[in-house]
């Protein structure tokens, strides 16, 4: 796989990841659960190393006004995980599947509060274009995060859950991170060698406009 210096250390880890090492919540054994999957889809724009991700809208009945990756449900007409999280990008900002190639399926994710095991699909956007909501309804805002930018100290702190957990957070470009997202972003720092010291000790509260919205 023909895949940029910067993005090769994180496919070789993401190649040896057991399940549970990306969240210790693990989809029920029972089989039960909603499957769904999201698409991390990295790319070079305007030469940064980034990432596309997505505010939804502020008056959804879930998750309204989170940032998100590009994703959602898996249909019955979906052939795979993968071919739901294309899907879902497309629906969602217009992301022409044909400028990414996906690298690898990550272990699936529990989100208890949910109910969805979620599959994360780590893709190489090789060609980016511009992507926008295709359907304001859904999606309030297409956003490409630069990894300079989500790594630096200063945007990093953690956020107390409403179930009293406390989880990582993120702050960059007008987006405030936070829940499934930005766990898995922190993993994803980790694996590809862009983490950088930050303060842990840092909390910051969610913003009045998440308060009560799960994620």
């Given at each position: 796989m023909n895949l940029p210096p910067w993005l090769a250390p994180l496919a070789e880890a993401a190649g040896a990841l057991e399940p549970g090492e990306l969240s210790m919540f693990l989809p029920p054994e029972d089989g039960s659960g909603r499957e769904s999957a999201v698409l991390i889809a990295f790319g070079e724009v305007d030469g940064e190393p980034s990432l596309l991700l997505i505010q939804r809208a502020?008056?959804?009945?879930?998750?309204?006004?989170?940032?998100?990756?590009?994703?959602?449900?898996?249909?019955?007409t979906d052939q795979d995980n993968v071919s739901a999280a294309l899907r879902e990008?497309?629906?969602e900002v217009g992301l022409d599947p044909a400028s990414v190639?996906?690298?690898i399926e990550l272990p699936s994710i529990f989100i208890p509060v949910t109910g969805f095991v979620v599959a994360p699909v780590l893709a190489w956007w090789h060609s980016p274009h511009p992507v926008s909501p295709v359907d304001p309804v859904e999606v309030a805002r297409a956003a490409t995060v630069s990894i300079a930018a989500l790594a630096e100290p200063a945007n990093r702190f953690r956020v107390p859950h409403p179930t009293g957990w406390l989880g990582p957070g993120f702050e960059v470009d007008g987006l405030f991170i936070w829940g499934f997202t930005a766990v898995l972003l922190d993993r994803l720092l980790d694996l590809g060698g862009w983490s950088r010291p930050w303060d842990t000790g840092q909390e910051r509260a969610l913003p009045p406009h998440l308060i009560g919205r799960r994620s």
């Open positions: 502020a008056d959804m009945r879930n998750h309204a006004g989170q940032v998100a990756f590009p994703g959602g449900a898996v249909d019955p990008a497309t629906e190639q996906v690298i």
